[in-house]
């Protein structure tokens, strides 16, 4: 029996579940600081037409 | 006139000081790249010793090389779970909102090892036992673990308010802890499919030059840990402050690192 298709296999699907682990918050964190800009943006607006 | 203040303990101080959102992410996040830093250096290192130094094996040829994949995954599935079941435990005693957030995020990560030990497992299992799966008291109790890491996952973000989410997902966390002497004995109770432990406190049956890359390959997957954990935790404290005056501190100081 050929071995390899096995062992590369492991290697791929452990690399691919890791490397989504590692990004995932990454992305989430990109869109953390847009929530961020855009609640001082709306907050700095409100603050501009009040005064 | 001297008073003599009773001296804090440095160690409770240091608690005092993690439990504070701002001062968690700026310290933590010193250590991030270094963490990632030394995981991939180890990573490369433990897998050019197993891939391609250690030699095949006498029995199983070239599959037991799974093992340096497998067998790391697998440890730090049972050590993630101890590891949030911890976390769980101090965050439910004494409210620590930091410790909520790690716990909480240790989950998605130790479920991320579970599936890679189960799947590599099966992968192993195929060209050695002659089958992707069998309903074995060790591979079971994996699948089991899996499940509890999803049902906290699940559990956590099925409540609107993170708190008291965090808070019922702890106590999951603790009561699931019952499975994993389950999984570390399941191979002396029961008449498993799944080998005996290789290597224990007193020694090891494999040889040196096949035993190393394990060894470095499972201190590699704990600085993934610790990496992962403190990026996810910093970001689930973002996502929670978003309105608070520290966070557009960050924002702002993150948009000026960006456009220098």
Redesign the interface.
């Known amino acids: 029996m050929n071995h390899a298709p096995f062992i590369w296999g492991s290697y791929a699907i452990a690399t691919v579940v890791l490397l989504w682990t590692a990004v995932a918050p990454l992305i989430s964190k990109k869109a953390a600081f847009k929530n961020i800009r855009t609640l001082n943006q709306a907050k700095e607006q409100s603050r501009d037409t009040n005064s | 006139m001297k008073t003599d203040k009773p001296r804090k303990n440095p160690l409770v101080m240091f608690i005092h000081k993690l439990g504070s959102p701002p001062w968690f992410y700026d310290f933590t996040g010193k250590f991030v790249p270094w963490l990632w830093a030394v995981f991939a250096a180890l990573t490369i290192w433990g897998l050019y010793l197993g891939l391609i130094k250690a030699p095949p094996d006498y029995l199983q040829?070239?599959?037991y090389?799974?093992m340096y994949?497998?067998v790391p995954?697998a440890w730090m599935s049972m050590m993630i779970y101890v590891l949030m079941a911890f976390m769980s435990f101090i965050a439910l005693i004494w409210r620590i909102r930091t410790m909520e957030i790690m716990a909480m995020n240790s989950a998605?990560?130790g479920a991320?090892f579970t599936?890679?030990a189960l799947?590599?497992g099966s992968?192993?299992g195929?060209?050695t036992w002659g089958t992707y799966w069998v309903w074995d008291a060790r591979l079971t109790s994996e699948l089991v673990l899996l499940f509890l890491y999803l049902g906290v996952i699940g559990l956590y973000k099925a409540m609107d308010e993170p708190r008291k989410a965090a808070r019922a997902a702890s106590l999951l966390a603790l009561v699931g802890l019952v499975n994993l002497p389950i999984i570390h004995f399941s191979v002396k109770w029961w008449n498993t499919l799944h080998q005996g432990s290789s290597i224990s406190m007193t020694g090891s049956k494999i040889d040196a030059s096949m035993l190393w890359p394990l060894l470095i390959m499972a201190i590699a997957m704990k600085f993934?840990y610790g990496?992962?954990l403190i990026?996810?935790s910093?970001?689930t404290l973002?996502?929670q402050d978003?309105?608070k005056g520290w966070?557009?501190d960050?924002?702002k100081d993150?948009?000026r690192e960006r456009n220098s």
């Open positions: 040829g070239e599959s090389r799974i994949i497998h995954a998605p990560i991320a599936l890679i799947a590599t992968l192993w195929r060209p993934y990496a992962n990026t996810r910093r970001v973002l996502e978003l309105r966070t557009r960050v924002a993150a948009a």
